[in-house]
């Protein structure tokens, strides 16, 4: 199967920057799209942002103008730049991403999340 890992959470003051990284591996053949979800204590989880493999991008209102998402095709990477964080920011971010891995000498689909890494926004 297809493993996301995060990392580059933490603790940081309102105002300030973050960069989480998420990196896939596995029998990978193909990503599609790649993304950032985030969930806060008694929410829902949500979509942050997300990329497509030809660079097509999509934010949440929230984070219009803040965020910036990117990756790297060539390493499996995606990327979540966090500047001028909020304390409404606070949250567990999850990576996912959706595409094609391969299987002895067959491809199948998947879906995979990253286990989340934590960003705590102070005020």
């Known amino acids: 199967q297809v493993q996301l890992v995060e990392s580059g959470g933490g603790l940081v003051q309102a105002g300030r920057s973050l960069r989480l990284s998420c990196a896939a591996s596995?029998?990978?053949?193909?990503?599609?799209?790649m993304g950032w979800y985030r969930q806060a204590p008694g929410k829902q989880r949500e979509l942050v942002a997300r990329?497509?493999?030809?660079?097509?991008?999509n934010y949440a209102d929230s984070v219009k103008g803040r965020f910036t998402i990117s990756r790297d095709n060539a390493k499996n990477t995606v990327y979540l730049q966090m500047n001028s964080l909020k304390p409404e920011d606070t949250a567990v971010y999850y990576c996912?991403?959706?595409?094609?891995?391969?299987?002895?000498?067959?491809?199948?689909?998947?879906?995979?999340w990253g286990q989340g890494t934590q960003v705590t926004v102070s005020s």
């Open positions: 990329i497509t493999s030809g660079g097509s991008t």
């Open positions: 596995g029998n990978i053949f193909s990503i599609n799209a």
């Open positions: 996912n991403a959706d595409g094609l891995y391969r299987r002895g000498s067959q491809y199948s689909a998947f879906e995979s």
